[in-house]
């Protein structure tokens, strides 16, 4: 899971692998890992989930954690622009650290689409250099199973 600071990463985990949603906000310190066997296709696989604190300008990721990743969901806040922008610069810093790995670009925060500030030209055009992008919601389960069911179908190839 990566992302900038508070785009929901821990909300969507949490979502996924215990059908919880919580409004209380709790700063992700380091790394929480959670694991969740999931059915793709005909294969039970594990899916082992490194929820990486948000990067922001004070804090970096550590990319020592990405090290043997099979694949990737890439968070952004659909109510904040800036993090759309931080999930390019990331994807492009990941390429760089380790390699071509399998990713799910998820924008989160579709309950509250009418606070969107995305621009749809990036959007369509990350759509267009073959980005998968998934909209969601942590808080109403929207796309959360979906996202992740893509991002084990890309690792599984």
Do not use: C, H
Not at 7 to 19: A, D, I, P, Q, Y
Not at 83 to 100: D, I, M, N, P, Y
Not at 122 to 146: D, F, H, N, P
């Amino acid at each position: 899971m990566l992302g900038s600071f508070a785009v929901g990463k821990t909300s969507l985990v949490r979502r996924f692998v215990e059908s919880i949603y919580s409004d209380v906000y709790q700063t992700t310190v380091g790394v929480k890992i959670d694991k969740k066997n999931v059915q793709v296709e005909d294969k039970e696989i594990s899916l082992v989930l490194w929820d990486i604190y948000g990067e922001d300008d004070y804090q970096k990721v550590r990319w020592t954690y990405l090290r043997g990743a099979s694949g990737y969901l890439l968070v952004a806040d659909g109510t904040r622009k800036a993090t759309l922008e931080k999930a390019v610069s990331l994807e492009q810093k990941v390429r760089e650290e380790a390699g071509v790995i399998p990713f799910v670009l998820v924008i989160n925060k579709s309950d509250l689409i009418r606070d969107w500030e995305l621009d749809p030209a990036l959007e369509s055009q990350l759509t267009a250099q073959g980005w998968s992008i998934l909209r969601s919601s942590a808080k109403t389960g929207e796309g959360v199973e979906e996202s992740f069911a893509l991002l084990a179908r890309k690792m599984l190839g």
